[in-house]
């Protein structure tokens, strides 16, 4: 039985993509002053279309940082249920937040739904 999970939200911290680059021009956290630590009520935290490379239907927020820039950036990406991301690499490390439903996760050159892990929230 699937959970009833209509979106898997993931927080991406990223050192490098060029994904994102198109949607960088505005993070929530623009005008945030050096050394204020930045606080992301889901009031201000406005949500866009998600990164061109991954399929319609994903939705991002730039929270710090920009993504078209080298150097570290906060990124949320909200998945629906079912979404399927293709395999890809990354030129830098990232770390990745499951904030509500699960997370398959799987490493290989080809797409393999039954070789994926879970990652519940909190992983």
Do not use: N
């Not at 994903?58 to 998945?79: H, K, S």
């Amino acid at each position: 039985m699937r959970p009833p999970t209509r979106y898997v939200t993931i927080l991406a911290f990223v050192c490098l993509t060029t994904s994102a680059a198109a949607q960088s021009s505005d993070s929530a956290a623009s005008g945030q002053a050096a050394g204020v630590p930045a606080l992301f009520p889901p009031a201000a935290v406005h949500w866009k279309q998600g990164p061109a490379a991954l399929k319609p239907g994903a939705e991002m927020v730039v929270l710090e940082g920009d993504p078209a820039r080298a150097g570290v950036f906060t990124m949320r990406l909200r998945l629906p249920d079912g979404f399927e991301v293709a395999p890809h690499w990354h030129t830098q490390v990232e770390h990745v937040t499951v904030i509500s439903g699960v997370l398959h996760f799987g490493m290989g050159q080809r797409f393999d739904r039954t070789a994926t892990r879970p990652m519940p929230a909190g992983s």
